[in-house]
């Protein structure tokens, strides 16, 4: 029913910003929390960042608070993740995800998946 698809990732320098689009097929996401996860090479997925559609309440991982922000844009059906202040440690696959149930942070949660997209932050 839904396709997600990233873009926006790259190669950029610590301490440089990076924009993460994840664009939506239909409009199912009046009905979902929408969020970004990642996974560097060798470790598990982890989350990054949450909002729900409708409410606009976000969420995110403590690493990644203060530095990243999270927004849609409710008419183009758009997810951003805006990175700021890059560090080697944010490298990884980020992916866009979309879900109807409770409990934001947990992958199992979500029921789309985009393909991923990379980000490589170099020291």
């Known amino acids: 029913q839904v396709q997600l698809v990233e873009s926006g990732g790259g190669l950029v320098q610590a301490g440089g910003s990076l924009r993460l689009s994840c664009a939506a097929s239909?409009?199912?996401?009046?009905?979902?929390?929408v969020g970004w996860f990642r996974q560097a090479l060798g470790k598990e997925r982890e989350f990054v960042a949450a909002?729900?559609?409708?409410?606009?309440?976000?969420y995110y991982a403590d690493s990644v608070k203060g530095r990243f922000t999270i927004s849609r844009d409710n008419r183009k059906n758009l997810l951003y993740l805006q990175m700021n202040s890059l560090e080697p440690e944010d490298t990884a696959v980020y992916y866009c995800?979309?879900?109807?149930?409770?409990?934001?942070?947990?992958?199992?949660?979500?029921?789309?998946w985009g393909q991923g997209t990379q980000v490589t932050v170099s020291a």
């Open positions: 995800a979309a879900g109807t149930r409770s409990g934001q942070e947990f992958s199992e949660n979500y029921d789309y």
């Open positions: 909002v729900h559609w409708s409410g606009g309440n976000t």
């Open positions: 239909g409009r199912w996401f009046s009905a979902a929390t």
